[in-house]
């Protein structure tokens, strides 16, 4: 049986901070993954983004840095630094990097 990734040790942290850019490329990092869901860091390079996919559960994403462009059920939302956007399960949905951006992704499994 595969054991989920633990919790990061205790420790104030800037979120920014905790995954680098990568030319040409989508970079994720897993901090949490559990039952109940995963929390995942991810760096988009200025152009790159995921395509349009849908997921079982909902998720919250928090912009970190840059600007990012999602399109959810049709609709496009801009999000810049310091903003989130809600994602409702089973909704199509794409991201995109209008310029480089950093993104914290938070699903909810239950």
């Known amino acids: 049986m ?5 919790c990061p040790a205790p420790r104030a942290m800037r979120l920014a901070d ?3 850019y990568s030319p ?3 970079v994720s990092k ?8 995963t929390i995942t860091l991810f760096a988009f390079d200025a152009g790159e983004g995921l395509s349009e996919h849908t997921a079982p559960f909902d998720a919250m994403v928090q912009v970190l840095a840059g600007k990012a462009e999602l399109t ?8 810049g630094a310091g903003e989130t956007v809600i994602m409702p ?13 950093k993104m914290l992704l938070t ?3 239950s």
């Open 2 to 6: 595969k054991s989920k990734a633990a």
């Open 18 to 20: 905790e995954i680098k």
């Open 24 to 26: 040409g490329a989508v």
């Open 30 to 37: 897993t901090l949490v993954d559990k039952r109940a869901g």
């Open 72 to 79: 959810i059920g049709g609709h496009r939302v801009s999000p």
């Open 89 to 101: 399960a089973k909704v199509p949905h794409a991201v995109k990097a209008v310029r480089r951006f």
């Open 107 to 109: 699903m909810v499994r």
